[in-house]
């Protein structure tokens, strides 16, 4: 009996270890893509937007990887647009992701066998070549520094119907933390990923949604659209803001019907908002100061930003 009770157990760790390996979601995979814009540093506003994508195998020194594409900014993702080589992915069997970048400089940037307060020393080749996480904040330090960045909490959440790993990445350094899903990645993307950790100027990416070959995936519950064109690019015909610079009244015209406007300032504070429910808003702007603002339009299936100038 106490034989049978072993070999049951030894059956049961065998099948919760197969069903884990087969349950896990791979992020690393031919025709994943995911859709990012960039942002003015410390806000919301959107100003421009890209695909990364995951392209077709290649083997370096004997490795394999996939190809790491960028798309051109402002352009919907097809497989024939132009889009830029740069850099590869490879994932492993124990879920760890790693990226490599065009100069042959390779660290890690995913881990999907963390558990909770496990210490970890990313490195991602795109933002940092030549050092780690530990390096740049403990390579001068006198004292053992084994904190830098650990797990701060795990948890399953829904993506696309399935359970999926979630946790949370800290930097003791810094109070607010970063989020990693599994099948997903960071919220910044492979390029960017863990930059909001690393002392460079400039605002982040944000990651819209997750598409596994042209099927939908991941949507960013932040965001209400995957995609946008950047408001400079659209025909006039379609959407126009004048006059520019404008003094009293701004004149938004659109050929869809226009739910709500919100005026922004340069640090992201809305300053005024407007309901409208037609294809032309009409927002008076008498009360602001000079300078530059952000008009953020909501239409019915997308949302637009266009910069504009205020006039005493």
């Not at 942002?39 to 004997?62: A, F, Q, R």
Request: glycine share 6%; proline share 3%.
């Amino acid at each position: 009996m106490k034989n049978l009770k072993i070999l049951c157990l030894s059956l049961f760790v065998t099948i919760a270890s197969i069903c884990s390996s087969q349950d896990y979601v791979p992020i690393v995979e031919t025709g994943n893509y995911f859709s990012l814009g960039s942002s003015i540093c410390g806000t919301n506003i959107i100003t421009s937007t890209h695909y990364e994508i995951i392209g077709e195998d290649t083997v370096i020194g004997e490795q394999t990887y996939k190809k790491l594409y960028e798309s051109e900014s402002h352009v919907e993702y097809h497989p024939l647009i132009n889009k830029q080589l740069i850099g590869f992915l490879r994932e492993t069997d124990d879920r760890k992701v790693y990226a490599r970048n065009l100069y042959g400089h390779e660290g890690l940037i995913y881990d999907y066998y963390v558990e909770k307060g496990d210490t970890l020393n990313f490195r991602n080749p795109f933002l940092m070549a030549d050092c780690s996480l530990y390096d740049l904040y403990c390579g001068g330090m006198s004292e053992p520094c084994d904190t830098f960045m650990i797990v701060d909490s795990i948890y399953y959440a829904e993506i696309n119907g399935e359970s999926r790993k979630h946790y949370l990445l800290n930097v003791c350094y810094f109070d607010f933390p970063d989020l990693y899903i599994e099948g997903v990645g960071g919220l910044n993307g492979f390029h960017d990923c863990g930059r909001e950790q690393i002392p460079i100027t400039g605002g982040p990416n944000h990651l819209f949604c997750a598409y596994k070959n042209d099927n939908f995936y991941y949507q960013n519950p932040h965001y209400n659209f995957c995609f946008f064109t950047n408001t400079e690019d659209f025909d006039i015909s379609e959407i126009q803001i004048y006059p520019n610079p404008a003094t009293s009244i701004l004149n938004i015209v659109s050929e869809e019907n226009i739910e709500s406007v919100e005026i922004l300032n340069i640090s992201g504070q809305i300053v005024n908002y407007k309901t409208v429910s037609n294809n032309i808003a009409k927002v008076d702007i008498s009360a602001l100061s000079s300078g530059v603002y952000f008009a953020k339009i909501y239409l019915s299936d997308n949302i637009l930003v266009r910069k504009f100038i205020v006039e005493e």
